[in-house]
């Protein structure tokens, strides 16, 4: 059993930067791939990125390449999603994942934390 709990989202106008994290605990997780989704109200729920067990890989949505980066401390069990760059768009619930690497689907995912919000404000 995992658990997975998200922290530091918040509000923030658009253009600024957000640094999630997410803690997990129950086992450790350096044969794990984790993964950043996120769902706005009214919208389903949709991948964001994921980072190999390794840490070595990373693959982004096209929404957010170029200005998101997911990196990891596997001694700390933690995972980051730095968000740089943010829009309106980018407002949502953000969930915290633990499942295959790079796969999109929200049915794939084996752990899911209780989400963060970020609102960004234009």
């Known amino acids: 059993q995992v658990q997975l709990v998200e922290s530091g989202g918040g509000s923030v106008q658009a253009g600024g930067s957000l640094r999630l994290s997410c803690a997990a605990s129950?086992?450790?997780?350096?044969?794990?791939?984790l993964a950043w989704f996120r769902q706005a109200p009214g919208k389903e729920r949709e991948f964001v990125g994921s980072i190999s067990f390794g840490g070595t890989l990373t693959t982004y949505a096209d929404s957010v390449k170029g200005r998101f980066t997911i990196s990891r401390d596997n001694a700390k069990n933690t995972v980051f999603l730095q968000m740089n760059s943010l829009k309106p768009e980018d407002t949502a619930r953000y969930y915290c994942?633990?499942?295959?690497?790079?796969?999109?689907?929200?049915?794939?995912?084996?752990?899911w934390g209780q989400g963060t919000q970020v609102t960004v404000s234009s």
């Open positions: 994942a633990a499942g295959p690497y790079a796969d999109t689907r929200p049915g794939s995912v084996r752990y």
């Open positions: 129950g086992r450790a997780l350096i044969d794990t791939a």
